[in-house]
């Protein structure tokens, strides 16, 4: 089985624009909210504008609140499952009264479920959030325990805690018109500042008409006067950011010319210093130099870390983040983007949680207003996409790659090259799903926009390659996948190092296609080169050096060599358990192929054996109606005949 991606389920559009939960205590407070809502006038400027949760209407209806008293035991209703289910967003109305409710608390729980937590808005009334984390408050406490903490990968909740979005109607917080101002932002998609400007300039044209037969002359000379003062204001702003960024260039570059210097020009030889010298000066230098600047510090740590992973060397690049921390935890975005790149390291080093707990860092440092920052919000989840593909998680890897591209086509400056990564990741995924044509057409429309930002000889080219090779792999297209793999590895040989483990991973799917085709002799060489990369890559067991030798012990078995073949099937499971950490689906994977060597070898009873353990392996990890899972069951079928 190689290594996973995820697909792109269709769904039908919502029944309701948003599900209001909330206490019966607070029902008078649900009414007027409800009413709030529907009743609100999107700004005519803003009505059809596309952002990450569709086109805006131009009036969020229909709102569903209106639900039976509760029982005092059982679950919630069939009709407010179904409504949870049929909802874009879920609004919860906070107060302490909420935080004790069973219901709302489900209600949360089940919304979750479906649509994961980033569709989940809070809107304080009453009580303070957060205060149960401080003892002698937790009467006070608003925020019910699952809005508090995100859903897990099992789908479950956890106890990783969450940052909810919430709007606050109190007169000390937001007051009413901002709160409801927010909710609606969260509802659209829209920009909060944006909102608020295009309802401003309305109700100051409202004003406008209704004054204008007394005081034209006043109002007119003041509306001139707010917007050439808004104006002044927004240009101070952006002269501000410009400012900040020119000093930042400037720091920056400074820096990186100092990197160059010699320390001691009498004993160093300026032709004689690696790369590897300079990135360790770099990263020694941005750490001791611009600890009082770690917005800078960030920006260049992420730098050196993508260095790093470039060349392969992901022991470098988890050692230089790790060391530059602190300075990341206080950069704000800057270190978000810096934790994404770690994130990416953990995934090639096979720590998943890790990876994960990095990309869920790195979107709590992005705030929780999901209309800022949208490409490094489509970055991360880009990244925890990866992160479930290694984990063979469709489901959440699916969802998040949808998150991604609904964020890229959101804005309108996103380059063409971050789409085609969207695409080819999703095109993967539509792959391990058994939906090979429309994974061909993600991947083709993917490799298209590579070619034409990047060049026919680019690396995100040869990644392209091997992505559509992967594809007519598993659709069984063998003599075209064989013509796509030598595309991607002639590219491949061209750009890196012969040592690179990008590179170790196109060998190793040349050599299941040419296993696939009887080259046994061929398929042999690439997987031997593949799993040699790796081993002197990571210098401990991985997932990827067992992938590479499940195929090596196929080929091995074919030419008779038994004994040799369950040697390498046995180091190989060696590798997925230290490499995964944990049952994975590849484990399965490897059971029924060790049961195809013992039955080629007249071994039956023990193929049989480890056909039924690599089956169960498989529907307790994928499940029975999984496509590789009934694949590998009519292997197993076979066998038995």
Not at 26 to 43: M, N, T, V
Not at 72 to 86: C, K, P, Q, T, V
Not at 114 to 125: E, F, K, M, T
Request: glycine share 8%.
């Amino acid at each position: 089985m190689a290594e996973p991606d995820t697909s792109t389920a269709a769904h039908a559009a919502p029944a309701y624009r948003a599900f209001i939960s909330y206490s019966h205590r607070d029902k008078a407070f649900a009414q007027k909210l409800h009413w709030q809502i529907e009743g609100y006038r999107i700004p005519a400027k803003l009505v059809g504008r596309k952002t990450v949760v569709g086109e805006t209407p131009r009036r969020l209806r229909p709102v569903f609140r209106d639900r039976e008293e509760l029982p005092a035991s059982g679950d919630l209703s069939a009709e407010l499952s179904a409504a949870l289910r049929n909802s874009m967003f879920l609004v919860v109305i906070c107060s302490p009264a909420s935080a004790r409710s069973r219901w709302v608390n489900e209600e949360i729980r089940q919304f979750k479920q479906v649509h994961g937590d980033s569709r989940v808005l809070a809107i304080v009334v009453d009580g303070e959030p957060h205060a149960s984390e401080t003892p002698g408050r937790e009467d006070l406490e608003c925020f019910p325990p699952a809005l508090r903490v995100r859903l897990g990968p099992d789908g479950e909740l956890s106890d990783i805690p969450a940052e909810p979005i919430a709007a606050d109607v109190r007169r000390h917080a937001d007051g009413e018109r901002l709160a409801l101002q927010k909710l609606v932002a969260g509802l659209t998609g829209l920009k909060l500042d944006e909102l608020v400007q295009r309802e401003t300039q309305r109700r100051i044209a409202q004003m406008t008409v209704i004054a204008a037969g007394a005081v034209s002359g006043m109002v007119v000379t003041g509306g001139l006067a707010f917007y050439a003062n808004s104006l002044r204001i927004e240009a101070d702003h952006q002269r501000g950011i410009a400012e900040r960024e020119a000093e930042a260039a400037r720091v920056a570059s400074d820096y990186l010319v100092g990197t160059f210097e010699l320390s001691n020009p009498a004993t160093e030889n300026p032709r004689t210093i690696t790369a590897l010298t300079i990135l360790g000066r770099s990263a020694e230098r941005a750490r001791s130099e611009l600890a009082d600047q770690p917005e800078i510090q960030s920006r260049l740590l992420a730098t050196l870390g993508r260095a790093y992973n470039n060349l392969g060397l992901f022991n470098e690049a988890a050692a230089v983040f790790e060391a530059g921390m602190p300075a990341i935890r206080r950069s704000g975005a800057d270190g978000a983007s810096a934790l994404l790149v770690l994130s990416a390291t953990k995934v090639r080093q096979g720590r998943f949680d890790d990876a994960l707990a990095a990309t869920r860092q790195a979107e709590a440092m992005l705030g929780p207003d999901l209309t800022q920052h949208p490409r490094l919000r489509a970055a991360a989840a880009l990244t925890e996409g990866r992160v479930w593909i290694s984990r063979s998680n469709p489901k959440a890897g699916i969802a998040a790659f949808d998150r991604a591209l609904a964020y890229y086509r959101a804005d309108p400056k996103t380059p063409r090259t971050a789409i085609a990564t969207a695409l080819q990741n999703r095109g993967i995924l539509l792959s391990d799903d058994g939906q090979f044509a429309a994974a061909e057409a993600s991947l083709t429309e993917a490799l298209r926009l590579s070619e034409i930002e990047r060049g026919a000889t680019h690396l995100s080219t040869g990644k392209a390659w091997f992505a559509l090779a992967q594809n007519s792999y598993n659709a069984g297209e063998l003599p075209k996948a064989r013509t796509q793999i030598a595309n991607a590895l002639r590219i491949q040989r061209q750009v890196l190092d012969k040592d690179n483990p990008i590179l170790a991973d196109t060998l190793s799917m040349q050599g299941q296609i040419l296993q696939g085709l009887g080259d046994r002799a061929a398929g042999e060489r690439a997987l031997t080169e593949a799993v040699a990369i790796y081993k002197r890559t990571f210098g401990r067991p991985h997932h990827l050096i067992g992938i590479a030798e499940v195929y090596l012990g196929l080929i091995q078995s074919e030419e008779g060599r038994t004994e040799a073949a369950l040697a390498t099937l046995d180091d190989a499971k060696r590798n997925y358990d230290v490499g995964y950490g944990e049952l994975h689906p590849n484990h399965g994977d490897l059971l029924v192929n060790r049961a195809r060597v013992l039955a080629r070898a007249g071994r039956m009873d023990e193929a049989r054996r480890d056909c039924a353990a690599g089956i169960k392996i498989l529907n307790d990890t994928l499940g029975p109606k999984a496509s590789f899972t009934r694949t590998m069951a009519e292997t197993c079928r076979k066998l038995a005949v």
